[in-house]
């Protein structure tokens, strides 16, 4: 059981370029999210799919788009990034939605918008 | 609108001390309560989920604790150890939504 996977760990992208960050989870969860994490401001949560076929917005979903490909898998799109998405991007799935279970983390990816 | 705040933001112990994290939130309302661990550099793990019915969880040489009408939890580490050291979270679902509410952590150093 790998858990939850993303890729890539690392990223610097130019103000303008596009990226997909990529998750998935071999758990046969429901529910997965998308956070972000700033110092100082905590995790926020940018869209979540409660189940598959189902994608919402969260706190903070401007600037980001998602696709919840099948059952696995949840990818985030920035369009066109800017240096305000520089960030620690967490991916998270549980088997209920919201905080009703347990969620489970992956080892996050780590953008700089230069 | 829900806030989780946890104070202080970093803490040092020295080995083997017992010690209490501290989070509070603004709305009582809430579904359950859960506490993380994170290492640094890495995603977080789930450590402890208190229902809004429930007054404590424990899992080995943790404990937390729930007080909704005072909006606060605590989290208590017994026999403290180096490799306790991380950062804690903790994190409200609220009652109205279902959205996972997070503070900002505390820093654990254990000091060997």
């Known amino acids: 059981n790998a858990g939850v996977t993303q890729t890539p760990k690392f990223q610097v992208l130019k103000t303008g370029q596009s990226m997909t960050l990529q998750c998935a989870q071999d758990?046969?969860?429901?529910?997965m999210y998308w956070y972000r994490q700033d110092p100082g401001m905590g995790l926020r949560l940018i869209y979540y799919?409660?189940?598959?076929?189902?994608?919402d917005k969260g706190e903070v979903p401007n600037g980001y788009n998602v696709s919840r490909l099948n059952k696995r898998e949840f990818s985030l799109r920035l369009e066109s990034a800017a240096p305000s998405q520089t960030s620690v991007y967490f991916c998270?799935?549980?088997?209920?939605?919201?905080?009703?279970?347990?969620?489970?983390f992956g080892p996050g990816t780590r953008l700089t918008v230069t | 609108k829900q806030e989780v705040t946890q104070i202080p933001a970093a803490l040092s112990v020295p080995e083997g001390e017992n010690l209490v994290l501290n989070c509070s939130f603004t709305?009582?309302?809430?579904?359950?309560l859960q506490w993380f661990r994170q290492d640094p550099g890495k995603g977080l793990t789930s450590l402890l989920l208190?229902?809004?019915?429930?007054r404590e969880q424990t899992s080995g040489r943790l404990n937390a604790s729930l007080d909704k009408s005072s909006g606060r939890s605590t989290l208590y580490i017994a026999a403290s150890q180096p490799g306790d050291s991380a950062t804690y979270l903790c994190?409200?679902?609220?009652?109205?939504?279902?959205?996972?509410?997070f503070g900002t952590g505390t820093l654990l150093a254990v000091q060997p």
């Open positions: 998270a799935s549980s088997e209920a939605l919201g905080g009703q279970g347990f969620l489970y």
């Open positions: 758990m046969n969860h429901n529910s």
């Open positions: 799919s409660a189940s598959e076929g189902t994608t």
């Open positions: 709305d009582s309302a809430i579904y359950n």
């Open positions: 208190i229902q809004s019915s429930q």
């Open positions: 994190a409200v679902l609220g009652g109205a939504t279902n959205k996972l509410i």
